[in-house]
C-alpha cells in the first residue's frame, strides 16, 4: 500500500476537528476495533500502557452514568453562580449528547500500571504525571485513527472531575481514573472552522 507523502500527513493531521454532531448511523464493531487497537500503539512512558478504555455501549449504563455526570455539573454550575435556568439547558445538552452518540469511549488511566513507587514525593508525582500523558496521547491517536476512517470525533473532559461518581455508576475498577470521554460517530453537518495561534506566539527558541 503506498504510504501518503510528508505534505499529504501533515494536511490529514492539520485537518482533524471537534464533531459535537452525528448522524444517527452506528459504527461498525469491527471499525471501532481497529480503531481502538491503533490508539493502543500510542508513545507512552515505560511501555507501561497505563491507558484503559471503556466502550459504553449499555444504554442503561448511559442513563446512570449522564445522571452521575449531571449532579456534579449542576453543583458545580452553582458554585459559579450560573443562573438556574442555563444550569438546566447546560444539563439536559450533555444528557441528550450522552444518550445519543453512535459510540462513547470512556479514556481512563490505570493506577496499578504505575512501574515506579518512590519514597520521594515528587519522583511519585512525576511518574502519575507520565502516566496521564501516556493515556492523553492514546486519546490524540483515537481521534485521528477516527478521522482517518471518516469519522468524527470530541474529547470532553467531564469525567475527569467527578471520577469517583463515574466508577460507581460504570462499577468499573476502582484503580481505573477517569480523565474524559471520546465521542465517536458520522458526522453530521459540514467540518467546523478553526484556528490556531501563529507559531511564533508559542515557541520560544534558546
Not at 35 to 55: D, Y
Not at 153 to 171: G, M, Q
Request: aromatic fraction near 6%; glycine fraction near 4%.
Amino acid at each position: 500500500m503506498p504510504q501518503p507523502t510528508a505534505s499529504q500527513l501533515h494536511s490529514f493531521l492539520r485537518s482533524r476537528r471537534s464533531i459535537r454532531r452525528f448522524k444517527d448511523e452506528e459504527v461498525p464493531d469491527a471499525l471501532l476495533q481497529r480503531i481502538l487497537e491503533t490508539a493502543t500503539w500510542a508513545p507512552n512512558a515505560h511501555n507501561a500502557q497505563s491507558w484503559r478504555f471503556v466502550r459504553l455501549s449499555n444504554m442503561v449504563n448511559r442513563e446512570i452514568f449522564a445522571k452521575a455526570m449531571a449532579d456534579e455539573y449542576s453543583l458545580a454550575l452553582q458554585a459559579d453562580n450560573v443562573a438556574a435556568e442555563d444550569i438546566e439547558d447546560r444539563i439536559q445538552r450533555s444528557r441528550t449528547r450522552i444518550l445519543s452518540s453512535p459510540e462513547i469511549i470512556l479514556l481512563c488511566v490505570d493506577a496499578e500500571s504505575l512501574l515506579g513507587k518512590y519514597g520521594d514525593p515528587n519522583r511519585s508525582k512525576g511518574e502519575v504525571q507520565m502516566a496521564v500523558q501516556s493515556a492523553a496521547l492514546a486519546g490524540g491517536q483515537l481521534l485521528l485513527a477516527a478521522q482517518a476512517e471518516g469519522l468524527g470525533a470530541v474529547w470532553i473532559c467531564w469525567p475527569l472531575f467527578a471520577p469517583r461518581e463515574v466508577s460507581d455508576a460504570l462499577d468499573i475498577p476502582e484503580s481505573w481514573q477517569a480523565q474524559g470521554m471520546i465521542l465517536i460517530g458520522y458526522p453530521d453537518g459540514d467540518t467546523p472552522n478553526s484556528s490556531r495561534r501563529p507559531l511564533n506566539d508559542v515557541l520560544l527558541t534558546r
